[in-house]
T-cell receptor, first 113, second 114 residues
Framework: EDKVVQSPLSLVVHEGDTVTLNCSYE??????LLWYKQEKKAPTFLFMLTSSGIEKKSGRLSSILDKKELFSILNITATQTGDSAVYLC?????????????FGQGTRLTINP | DGGITQSPKYLFRKEGQNVTLSCEQN?????MYWYRQDPGQGLRLIYYSQIVNDFQKGDIAEGYSVSREKKESFPLTVTSAQKNPTAFYLC?????????????FGNGTRLTVT
């Protein structure tokens, strides 16, 4: 069965800390992995990863994909209270000719001042 | 401005009634998706559609139905057969590219059934 698993499910740290969020997957015909941030309503797009070993970076956030070990990590350095959110990982793959996108359970990140 | 519009924002229904959630996009995207989110959980796929007049069941399709008569519209009906319909429903769309492309989300509909 195709699945996407995120860990930890919940994380509480202090402002200024660095955090690493994990996403592992088991799917057939993998195409890409996406990271989203969800604060209150709609998730907002962070990164899309298709190739192994190539880091994507945006400010204090970065992410990398390992297609051999089937996982991705999302790093946030010098965390701020505004980083508090649920971080969602999703995997895009092909099944029976259809393009499907499945999400993990999410990691709830809380940054305390 | 292009985007995805979900309506209504909040919806209240009595148990046993069918209810239809609206999703319209003007991004000219081929693929559209419906997800359900329960408190403290990730998004679970209900139905998805790659082209007009075609759709596939996701992981939790039971008790739901959809239609895709127009490219811009992908309404979701929550039927009385859905045992736990109270949830936050998100509609999304994306370009249909082989390598994948980011989903664009609507702002969601929060459905409460009593």
């Amino acid at each position: 069965e195709d699945k996407v698993v995120q860990s930890p499910l919940s994380l509480v740290v202090h402002e200024g800390d660095t955090v690493t969020l994990n996403c592992s997957y088991e799917v057939t015909n993998f195409r890409s992995l996406l990271w989203y941030k969800q604060e209150k309503k709609a998730p907002t797009f962070l990164f899309m990863l298709t190739s192994s070993g190539i880091e994507k970076k945006s400010g204090r956030l970065s992410s990398i994909l390992d297609k051999k070990e089937l996982f991705s990590i999302l790093n946030i350095t010098a965390t701020q209270t505004g980083d508090s959110a649920v971080y969602l990982c999703a995997v895009f793959f092909i099944i029976q000719g259809a393009q499907k996108l499945v999400f993990g359970q999410g990691t709830r990140l809380t940054i305390n001042p | 401005d292009g985007g995805i519009t979900q309506s209504p924002k909040y919806l209240f229904r009595k148990e046993g009634q069918n209810v239809t959630l609206s999703c319209e996009q003007n991004l000219n995207h081929d693929a559209m998706y419906w997800y359900r989110q329960d408190p403290g959980q990730g998004l679970r796929l209900i139905y998805y559609s790659q082209i007009v007049n075609d759709f596939q069941k996701g992981d939790i399709a039971e008790g739901y139905s959809v239609s895709r008569e127009k490219k811009e519209s992908f309404p979701l009906t929550v039927t009385s057969a859905q045992k736990n319909p109270t949830a936050f429903y998100l509609c999304a769309s994306r370009k249909r590219e082989q390598g994948g492309s980011p989903l664009h989300f609507g702002n969601g509909t929060r459905l409460t059934v009593t």
